[in-house]
Structures are given as structure tokens and as C-alpha cells.
């Protein structure tokens, strides 16, 4: 027995919006499978289900584990609890026997699930296309925007506890461990990654994820960690300094913290991405590091942790009103230490809104 909610059917703006796209991609109905881009689109907090999209309507099928207030929740789309396979479901709907064309989601559809598609939906034509939704995902509105703030202030709060917990003798996966928990009791649902203390020669390593060594005087400490807040992820990296920095330490923290900084200020509506990242890469090269910024500037930041835009020297996007991403230069030196300063920024109103506050200027301990 299946188990059908039909609300009066007022299509969301997302929805509304991928629909009259549909004419443009050569499709007249999309099935949506990532579990992610259902709740954006519709608010469902379930783990599992697939949501259909023909040109006026959308179903959701799911089965009865979320029946009760996360199908209350969800909007705009009709949502069916069904005991049968989702797809053999879907394929008695009146809704799809007159589609004809559909696009899928090629990025997260397996090979398996693609090949189950085509076998029980058969008189239909499947064109994959890889960024259909995340598209619209790149634009954040401002109650996004609210979360992802909301995140990154939790990360500030914990960051700024954990200061007096960093000492010498203290292993990495300790202050890890602290600063997850000070992030969980503050509200944050659970860490955006796992969770990345690099202490010394560790720190040369751009993703050193906390280990069991311990702190030493002198050292570098890179901490990058975020957590997430209504399903929206925060993103933040600081580089403290244990003991007192030598010259050429505080020359390499400088290099990044300016690199950071011009970048930072160059951000506005209309820029090319691949500009900003260029900024901060020209300024490095002109302080003698050229060879140690291995990586792109920035990513955006959302319901995943890195998606749309992203900031490098391929990147062909353009800054745009809502869109929330990285800034995150870093030197690394190999058999030396490394830094890196990450903020996570909004573009809003035209201005750019630094989402992370936590302090930037070299904090020695
Ligand atoms: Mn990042």
C-alpha cells in the first residue's frame, strides 16, 4: 500500500526555475537522485528517496521510515511513501508515461542505477547532465547565507576556546578532538572534513589531517576545520605560532596574510574569479614563494563543503550576488613548515561579507 501527501501545488522558485530550463537542455523532465539536491529543492531531510520533475509538477518518492514531520516539512513537491522500489514506483506514475525525454543527474547516478533505469523506464530517452541543479545551487539566498554565518560563527567561537589549550607536549588529534567538541556543544551538527591540525614539517603538508604528534616550541600549527549548521557547511583556516617566530617565519606568515588580504579586497560583483586567484598568486611569486602554492584560492562553500565556483587559473566563473566561497592562500616549504589563512566570504549587496572573523594578524602563543 502506498501512502500519498498532495498538497495544492504552488511550485517553488527552484523548482519553477530548473523547469524553464528544461526547454534549453533539450529535456521535458528531470529525476533527481542526490539526496542533497532533494532537500534543496524541496526541504526534505530524509536519507533516501528520488524526486521526479515533469514540467508543472514534482514527486517525491520515499518510503514510510520519514513519514511524520520530514514529510510535513517538505514543499512543493507531492511526496509518496511506498513499501515497492522507488524506480518500479516510479515507472507506474501517469506523471512520466507521457515524458519523453529526461535528464538525470550524470555526476552521482551509478552504472548500476543507470542501467536499472533504462530497463524500467524504456520508452524514455536519459540525457545526463553533469551541473543541472548545482547551476542554481552557486546563488545563495540570504537564509542560506544566514546558515553558512551561523557556521562560521560557531567555528570562531571554538577557535578562539582552543587558543589556550595549544601547548607544547599537546598531540594534534587532541586539540582536533577539542575543537570538534566545542563546535558540537555550540551547535554545530558535526565537522564540514576531517578536521586538519599540521604542527611543524607537518604544516609543509597542505592537508595534513591531525595526527598523534605532538606540539613543539617553534613550530608552525595549521588548523583548517568548519562545521555545519542547518545541512550549510562553514570553512576556516588559522596558523598560529607556538614560541617566537624567527625572521624568515615571520616573513612567510606576512607573504600569506598580504596574499590573503589583497585577494580579500579584490573581490566584487562582476570580477573573474580566475582574477582573484591571480592577485594572490602574483603577489606570492613576487615574494620569493612562486613554487609553493600548490593549490587554487578558493572553492565555494554550501551544502557541500567544496562545490561552485571555484576560484583558480581555470576557473571561468564570475563573482556574483549570493555566491559564498573560499579565500585561502598558502606557502608551503618543503622540509621546513607551511601557512595557510583561509576566511570563507559572501557576495553581498554588491559588497563582499567576511563570514569567518576569527583574528588573521600572526598569533604567537
Ligand atoms: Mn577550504
Known amino acids: 500500500m502506498d501512502r500519498w501527501f498532495k498538497w495544492d501545488i504552488v511550485v517553488a522558485s527552484r523548482i519553477k526555475e530548473l523547469q524553464s530550463r528544461f526547454k534549453d537542455n533539450n529535456i521535458d523532465s528531470f529525476l533527481v537522485t542526490s539526496i542533497k539536491n532533494i532537500f534543496y529543492l524541496t526541504g526534505f531531510t530524509g536519507d533516501s528517496g528520488i524526486l521526479f520533475i515533469s514540467p508543472r509538477k514534482a514527486e517525491l518518492i520515499t518510503d514510510y521510515r520519514f513519514q511524520g514531520e520530514i514529510v510535513q516539512r517538505v514543499k512543493d513537491a507531492d511526496v509518496c511513501l511506498t513499501k515497492k522500489n522507488y524506480i518500479e514506483k516510479l515507472s507506474t506514475q501517469r506523471l512520466i508515461k507521457r515524458r519523453s525525454r529526461v535528464g538525470f543527474e550524470s555526476k552521482y547516478v551509478t552504472y548500476n542505477l543507470y542501467w536499472k533505469l533504462r530497463k524500467k523506464l524504456d520508452w524514455l530517452k536519459f540525457k545526463g547532465l553533469d551541473s543541472f541543479i548545482e547551476d542554481l545551487r552557486i546563488r545563495k539566498s540570504e537564509k542560506e547565507i544566514e546558515n553558512i554565518k551561523k557556521a562560521c560563527e560557531i567555528g570562531d567561537k571554538a577557535f578562539h576556546e582552543i587558543l589556550n589549550y ?41 592537508h595534513g589531517v591531525a595526527s598523534n604528534k605532538k606540539l613543539k616550541n617553534r613550530e608552525f600549527i595549521t588548523i583548517d576545520f568548519g562545521t555545519i549548521y542547518n545541512h550549510y557547511h562553514s570553512d576556516m583556516t588559522r596558523t598560529v605560532f607556538l614560541g617566537s617566530p624567527s625572521d624568515k617565519d615571520k616573513k612567510l606568515y606576512e607573504t600569506v596574510y598580504n596574499a590573503q588580504k589583497l585577494a580579500r579586497e579584490a573581490v566584487k560583483e562582476d570580477i573573474e574569479l580566475r582574477k582573484v586567484d591571480k592577485i594572490a598568486r602574483d603577489y606570492i611569486k613576487k615574494s620569493g614563494f612562486g613554487d609553493y602554492f600548490p593549490h587554487s584560492l578558493g572553492h565555494g562553500v554550501g551544502l557541500d563543503i567544496h562545490e561552485s565556483p571555484s576560484l583558480s587559473y581555470k576557473s571561468n566563473e564570475i563573482g556574483k550576488e549570493g555566491m559564498v566561497f573560499t579565500i585561502e592562500p598558502g606557502i608551503y616549504l618543503p622540509d621546513y613548515q607551511g601557512v595557510r589563512i583561509e576566511d570563507t566570504v559572501a557576495l553581498q549587496n554588491g559588497n563582499i561579507v567576511t563570514l569567518t572573523n576569527s583574528k588573521r594578524e600572526l598569533i604567537a602563543l
Open 166 to 206: 595549544i601547548k607544547v607536549g599537546v598531540r594534534e588529534i587532541e586539540i582536533g578532538a577539542e575543537l570538534e567538541y566545542r563546535m558540537r556543544k555550540a551547535g554545530g551538527e558535526k565537522p564540514s572534513f576531517d578536521t586538519i591540525v599540521a604542527s611543524g614539517y607537518r604544516s609543509s603538508i597542505p
